[in-house]
């Protein structure tokens, strides 16, 4: 079974900070991709990245993925209270598994 | 823009009740997936389907089945719901294997 881990589970900060959430594993993964989940809704796709070391920008944040295509940060610039909610990482494997296979998430606020 | 929808946002059932939660999906997508969700647990699935009248197992099938007798359409059936049941449970859609799009959610409380 694989699994990601994400790190770290809670986060509070203030506006304006920067911030970085991980999603680490010690299986290779074909692609990988990011959701956020506000309350009472279902995640939504913000990215996938497909390549090691590829980075992509959407606009205040950054998504990176490991070399290894093992790992993958994502990080908030200047964040605002709009940024608030639940970050999960989906790691995707063509081979085996077909399925996606997700990290327990990271829980952010940004406090006004 | 993809569109999935879920029968009801929320449920209440009792013990030992059978359960149908629908999902329907308005872009043609041939996958479809039901998943729940714990706090500290992530999402996990429990089955999908790549085609009508197709299903596989998840990582957690027990206790629940499915159906898809339409592209569109995939019920997750719970036979004899029981209090560890209680969850939030998210259906998805897609074209590509990965990446998948949700519906908003339906958190039922069996009491």
């Known amino acids: 079974t694989q699994l990601l881990e994400q790190s770290p589970q809670f986060l509070s900060i203030q506006e304006g900070e920067n911030l970085t959430v991980y999603c680490n594993s010690s299986?290779?993964?074909?692609?990988l991709q990011w959701y956020r989940q506000e309350p009472g809704e279902g995640p939504v796709l913000l990215v996938t990245?497909?390549?090691?070391?590829e980075v992509k920008k959407l606009k205040r944040l950054t998504f990176q993925f490991g070399d290894a295509r093992k790992d993958s940060s994502l990080h908030i610039t200047a964040a605002q209270p709009g940024d608030t909610g639940l970050y999960l990482c989906a790691g995707f494997d063509s081979g085996s598994a077909r399925q996606l296979t997700f990290g327990s998430g990271t829980q952010l606020t940004v406090l006004p | 823009d993809v569109k999935v929808t879920q029968s009801s946002r929320y449920l209440v059932k009792r013990t030992g009740e059978k359960v149908f939660l629908e999902c329907v999906q308005d872009?043609?997508?041939?996958?479809m997936f039901w998943y729940r969700q714990d706090p500290g647990l992530g999402l996990r699935l429990i089955y999908f389907s790549y085609d009508v009248k197709m299903k596989e197992k998840g990582d957690i099938p027990e206790g629940y089945s499915v159906s898809r007798e339409k592209k569109e359409r995939f019920s997750l059936i719970l036979e004899s719901a029981s209090t560890n049941q209680t969850s939030m449970y998210l259906c998805?859609?897609?074209?590509?294997?990965?990446?998948?799009?949700f519906g908003p959610g339906t958190r039922l409380t069996v009491l």
């Open positions: 299986s290779v993964f074909s692609s």
């Open positions: 998805a859609s897609s074209l590509q294997q990965y990446e998948q799009f």
């Open positions: 872009m043609d997508h041939e996958n």
């Open positions: 990245v497909v390549t090691g070391g």
